[in-house]
């Protein structure tokens, strides 16, 4: 038997927080999103891979914070760099600094596709510059796409407030289903501007993929054939699936892509990246500037990320524990005898729960990770994990014998 949490700091401050901020705060955050009367609502604070909510309670982070924190939480190493840069130069200055070359270069070197870069701050900040640039680039419209690409107009799922002519240019595809961008760009490619996709697909509540053979080459053939641009939206994958982006994992180039999340270790930087002749589509026709897009401090983040990724092999360490996690969390989900599908290994581990007719999946997801919050395993039931370097492979196990132990509650409560 597995005893509620104690939850009453966070619903008091959920219920003052209501008063004060639509829905209490944003979007992905609201408490719908997990288990509701189960999952905190206030975290106090994070170290390492491991989080304290509001009533002390105490989880292994397995969401790192939506994808930032790719290290741990409070790395003194890369807070040190921050501090420094307050302290020693300031970081909000009406010139840019020298630490935005130097960033730069480190990305150049890094990454197949970055002759030129420019930083921003958020995802959405990142995909809407870069299917700017390929607007501009190509004098086309149309844009295709793949995946979550943020909040803003053209992409955002929820419409409403948004003017349909944002966004009627637009249309979605099926992630691995190259014949259906073969059709589209048959029909209109002489239109198309970009074909924008995440390199590993990650829609909400469904399996994570990885990319088909051939699929990432044959969406490039495609643009080039057709006179569009390839974007990679590396949001997710940059960072954490290889130094270079999935572009590199893959061995495909695209001619422009994002990277945000994990870059800086959970401070506030996105950058695009792309060929130099179509980046320079923001000093020819384009537009991008804004008060805060050029501070330093996450740029000096970056830096001191990418160094302690490079250095202490973060990404190789992250796969290995990865592969051995999926190893063992496969097993369980099969030994469990529950109708459930381990995906995203080694980056980006999620447990769902397969869709049958009579619905009984949406019994078993909030029962299965209402078990698995109460044994302290800090996991997102719609949306995938991830792993920090900081998860040593002992919490890994401990996760992996909670996910075996939920599953065995779940069976008896759901399945009895
Ligand atoms: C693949 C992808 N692109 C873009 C975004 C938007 O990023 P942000 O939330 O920082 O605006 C996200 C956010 O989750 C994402 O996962």
């Not at 930083?119 to 390929?134: L, N, P, Y």
């Not at 051939?214 to 590396?234: M, S």
């Not at 949001?235 to 999340?261: C, D, M, W, Y």
Request: charged share 25%.
């Amino acid at each position: 038997m597995s005893q509620k949490l104690k939850l009453t700091r966070s619903e008091s401050l959920y219920k003052e927080s209501q008063d004060l901020i639509p829905g209490g705060m944003m979007g992905i955050r609201r408490p719908y999103n997990f288990v509701t009367g189960e999952y905190p609502i206030f975290f106090e604070s994070g170290q390492g891979g491991w989080v304290l909510d509001a009533d002390g309670n105490r989880f292994m982070d397995m969401l790192c914070a939506y994808g930032p924190i790719i290290i741990g939480h409070r790395e003194g190493e890369i807070d040190d760099a921050v501090i420094g840069q307050i302290r020693g130069k300031g970081f909000c200055l009406s010139l840019v600094q020298e630490v935005q070359n130097t960033l730069a270069k480190t990305l150049r070197d890094l990454i197949p596709s970055c002759q030129k870069c420019v930083f921003v701050k958020t995802g959405s900040d990142a995909t809407t510059t870069a299917v700017r640039i390929a607007r501009a680039f190509t004098d086309r419209v149309k844009v295709l796409r793949c995946g979550y690409h943020g909040w803003h107009d053209w992409c955002v799922e929820v419409k409403g407030g948004i003017p349909v002519k944002f966004y009627e240019d637009v249309t979605e595809f099926h992630y691995n289903d190259l014949a259906q961008v073969e059709d589209l760009m048959k029909k209109s490619g002489s239109e198309v501007a970009a074909i924008i996709v995440t390199p590993v697909g990650h829609p909400l509540a469904h399996e994570v993929e990885l990319p088909k053979p051939g699929y990432l080459q044959g969406l490039k053939t495609l643009a080039e054939r057709h006179g569009a641009v390839l974007i990679f939206d590396e949001i997710r994958s940059g960072f954490r699936v290889n130094l270079g982006g999935a572009q590199k994992e893959f061995g495909v180039t695209p001619h422009l892509s994002v990277f945000g999340k994990a870059m800086a270790n959970g401070y506030e930087i996105s950058a695009v990246v792309g060929r130099a002749d179509i980046m320079d589509m923001l000093v020819q026709k384009a537009f991008l500037s804004s008060t805060f897009f050029p501070n330093s401090l996450a740029q000096v983040a970056a830096l001191a990320t990418i160094r302690m990724l490079q250095r202490d092999r973060v990404l190789e360490v992250i796969r290995q524990r990865g592969q051995a996690f999926a190893a063992k969390v496969r097993r369980i989900c099969a030994d469990s005898g529950i109708a459930c599908t381990f995906s995203g290994e080694p980056w980006m581990p999620y447990i769902t729960f397969d869709r049958d007719a009579k619905g009984l999946y949406k019994k078993l997801r909030p029962e299965f990770y209402t078990q698995l919050i109460r044994r302290g395993v800090f996991l997102q039931p719609f949306h995938h994990g991830y792993i920090a370097f900081r998860h040593t492979e002992k919490d890994l196990d401990f996760a992996a014998g909670m996910i075996a132990e939920a599953f065995e509650e779940t069976k008896k409560n759901i399945l009895k």
